[in-house]
Nanobody
Framework: QVQLVESGGGLVQAGGSLRLSCTAS????????MGWYRQAPGKQRELVAV??????NYADSVKGRFTISKDNAKNTVYLQMNSLKPEDTAVYYC?????????????????WGQGTQVTVSS
């Protein structure tokens, strides 16, 4: 009922930039949070950046290099990644908590995107 579609991954040299996009669609009453997580081979999935009602949060490892932003009209969240490092290589996943349903039947639904590969070569 709620889908997230990501785009923008790819291969880039160290020091380069990429911009990821994630668009939410479906039965959405309200988007509560949108953010990005990543998972490198052999590691647990970790938070990269998230937009909540009070502002934004970033992992310490990406502060000053990555910027998360959101276009409310398009239900789209972006992740601008600058000064990329080989250790940023991972599959990047979009995650959103949305309010769906109707009337008194509204509830919060957690949606994940399919993931997009980001590879940074040294």
């Amino acid at each position: 009922q709620v889908q997230l579609v990501e785009s923008g991954g790819g291969l880039v040299q160290a020091g380069g930039s990429l911009r990821l996009s994630c668009t939410a669609s479906g039965s959405i009453f309200a988007i509560n949070t949108m953010g990005w997580y990543r998972q490198a081979p052999g590691k647990q999935r970790e938070l990269v950046a998230v937009i909540v009602s009070g502002g934004t949060n970033y992992a310490d490892s990406v502060k000053g290099r990555f910027t998360i932003s959101k276009d409310n009209a398009k239900n789209t969240v972006y992740l601008q990644m600058n000064s990329l490092k080989p250790e940023d290589t991972a599959v990047y996943y979009c995650k959103s908590k949305v309010t769906t349903g109707s009337g008194r039947g509204k509830y919060e639904f957690v949606a994940w995107g399919q993931g997009t590969q980001v590879t940074v070569s040294s």
